[in-house]
């Protein structure tokens, strides 16, 4: 089996093509691999032809290399991926990248490397792993669909507005796909009826000219965003009952907002019909919570995703709900040299994030030669536990991220204190 002293970066996605340019930059030997055979993660392989940002350019480009100037506040996918592809062409991190290369499984050995083997069969052992394989990809369903038999499908398999042309559709869900995907069936559907199972926080893309998002100011605590947004919501939108749709449950940055301001024109117009959750299905028939009972052509879950890492063993990186159970959001205490990257959710904009999350891993991979322990166990003893969330503050991640680079010669002094080092 071949012995490699590299870093193994598993995905070239968003995230993936962060880390490998900052472990190059700290002069970090690793390999990088990519299942499919394009850089940009979700944004080549996962999202529908119609498929816009909602977070825009400024909340979702990288630091280091801003969007072209001709861009519009919200880029298309498209532009997406020829946004991903000249990021890595300018670093050169496609030179070296293996595409349609999988990884099937990665096992943590004795001599505290990892043996990987990818799908063409093929076995080699690294010195770490970096996992970078996204959260946008394990469809998660309701309960019920095994027993429809009408049309069913995912929101990842939502490719092309014909798919609903002249068509009584069912979505299911209110994040940004379920917005999106409710309101083309508004437009090319025969009817569009949208079930929600709870409270949603939906934001308009726009307030005063500018992206929802680039109102919130850095230095705002949460407490603040949320009271400046619950203000500028009533008096832009109202109040959600008003559009047949239930309150939300939660406070606002709970769960992931979604951000539309279609759905309640058309709510309005009478071309999307809010219903309740579903509670069975008998056949190709729907039946809600209150009763009623529909048929549809289509019915789209718009349901979201599990949290999975296919390759690792399960007890390796536990997860609760979607919430992956990693020390400073990145590490276990019992393994040296794994590293989890972008298993966590911003609340809006990821792009600010990316550029001192991997320059914190580079740096992490540097300290961890340094440790007689796994570096999880230094983490644990510095408070750094795992996430109450798998939502974050962008803004407050940075924050941290910051103190926590500024801080390593400090970290590498307590370490060296307690005879971890």
């Given at each position: 089996?071949?012995?490699?002293?590299?870093?193994?970066?598993?995905g070239?996605?968003p995230?993936?093509?962060?880390?490998a340019?900052?472990?190059?930059?700290?002069?970090?030997?690793y390999?990088?691999?990519?299942?499919?055979?394009?850089?940009?993660?979700?944004?080549?392989?996962?999202?529908?032809?119609?498929?816009?940002?909602?977070?825009?350019?400024?909340?979702?480009?990288?630091?280091d290399?801003?969007?072209?100037e001709?861009?519009?506040?919200?880029?298309?996918?498209e532009?997406?991926?020829?946004?991903?592809?000249?990021y890595?062409?300018?670093?050169g991190?496609?030179?070296?990248?293996?595409?349609?290369?999988?990884?099937?499984?990665?096992?943590y050995?004795d001599?505290?490397?990892w043996d990987v083997?990818?799908?063409?069969g093929?076995?080699?052992i690294?010195?770490?792993?970096?996992?970078c394989?996204?959260h946008?990809?394990?469809?998660?369903?309701?309960?019920w669909?095994?027993?429809?038999?009408?049309?069913v499908i995912?929101?990842?398999?939502?490719?092309s507005p014909e798919?609903?042309d002249?068509?009584?559709?069912l979505?299911?869900?209110?994040g940004?796909?379920?917005?999106?995907?409710i309101?083309?069936?508004?437009?090319?559907?025969?009817?569009?009826?949208?079930?929600?199972?709870?409270?949603?926080?939906?934001l308009?893309e726009?307030?005063?000219?500018?992206?929802?998002i680039?109102?919130i100011?850095p230095?705002?605590?949460?407490?603040?965003?949320?009271?400046?947004?619950?203000?500028?919501l009533?008096i832009?939108?109202?109040?959600?009952?008003?559009?047949?749709?239930?309150?939300?449950?939660?406070?606002?940055?709970?769960?992931?907002?979604?951000?539309?301001?279609?759905v309640?024109?058309?709510i309005?117009?009478?071309?999307i019909?809010?219903?309740g959750d579903?509670?069975a299905?008998?056949?190709?028939?729907v039946i809600?919570?209150?009763g009623?009972?529909?048929k549809?052509?289509?019915?789209?879950?718009?349901?979201?995703?599990e949290?999975?890492?296919?390759?690792l063993?399960?007890e390796?990186?536990?997860?609760?709900?979607?919430?992956?159970?990693?020390?400073g959001?990145?590490?276990?205490?019992?393994y040296r040299?794994?590293?989890?990257?972008g298993?966590?959710?911003?609340?809006?904009?990821?792009g600010?994030l990316?550029?001192?999350m991997?320059?914190?891993?580079a740096?992490l991979?540097?300290?961890?030669?340094?440790?007689?322990?796994?570096?999880g166990v230094?983490?644990?003893?510095?408070g750094?536990?795992?996430?109450?969330?798998?939502?974050?503050?962008?803004?407050?991640?940075?924050?941290?991220?910051?103190?926590?680079?500024?801080?390593?010669?400090?970290?590498?002094?307590f370490?060296?204190?307690?005879?971890?080092?």
């Amino acid at each position: 089996m071949k012995r490699s002293k590299k870093q193994l970066v598993i995905g070239a996605g968003p995230t993936g093509l962060a880390v490998a340019k900052a472990l190059g930059e700290a002069n970090i030997a690793y390999e990088h691999v990519e299942a499919t055979d394009h850089v940009g993660g979700n944004w080549a392989h996962g999202v529908y032809e119609s498929t816009h940002i909602v977070s825009s350019c400024k909340t979702t480009e990288y630091s280091d290399y801003p969007m072209p100037e001709d861009y519009p506040d919200f880029p298309s996918a498209e532009q997406m991926c020829r946004y991903f592809e000249a990021y890595a062409e300018k670093f050169g991190l496609d030179e070296d990248l293996r595409f349609e290369t999988e990884v099937d499984e990665v096992q943590y050995r004795d001599d505290e490397l990892w043996d990987v083997r990818f799908d063409d069969g093929t076995e080699e052992i690294y010195r770490g792993v970096i996992v970078c394989n996204g959260h946008h990809w394990a469809r998660q369903f309701p309960g019920w669909v095994d027993d429809y038999e009408g049309e069913v499908i995912h929101s990842k398999d939502y490719k092309s507005p014909e798919q609903l042309d002249d068509k009584r559709v069912l979505v299911l869900g209110g994040g940004n796909s379920g917005c999106d995907i409710i309101a083309e069936s508004a437009r090319r559907g025969q009817s569009a009826h949208w079930s929600l199972r709870r409270g949603y926080w939906f934001l308009p893309e726009l307030l005063f000219g500018r992206p929802v998002i680039e109102i919130i100011k850095p230095w705002m605590p949460v407490a603040a965003q949320r009271l400046l947004l619950r203000a500028l919501l009533r008096i832009v939108i109202g109040r959600y009952e008003d559009y047949g749709l239930p309150e939300p449950d939660h406070r606002l940055f709970e769960a992931h907002p979604s951000i539309s301001s279609e759905v309640f024109l058309y709510i309005k117009q009478g071309r999307i019909e809010p219903v309740g959750d579903v509670a069975a299905v008998d056949g190709e028939t729907v039946i809600f919570a209150d009763g009623d009972r529909r048929k549809y052509d289509l019915v789209v879950c718009a349901t979201g995703y599990e949290v999975a890492f296919p390759f690792l063993p399960d007890e390796i990186v536990p997860v609760e709900g979607k919430n992956p159970q990693l020390y400073g959001g990145l590490v276990r205490p019992e393994y040296r040299h794994l590293y989890v990257a972008g298993a966590y959710q911003a609340r809006y904009g990821i792009g600010p994030l990316l550029r001192p999350m991997a320059q914190l891993i580079a740096d992490l991979v540097t300290l961890q030669e340094e440790l007689e322990v796994p570096l999880g166990v230094l983490l644990e003893e510095l408070g750094q536990g795992p996430l109450d969330s798998h939502l974050v503050d962008p803004h407050h991640a940075i924050r941290r991220m910051a103190i926590s680079r500024k801080l390593m010669p400090a970290i590498k002094w307590f370490a060296r204190a307690k005879g971890m080092a």
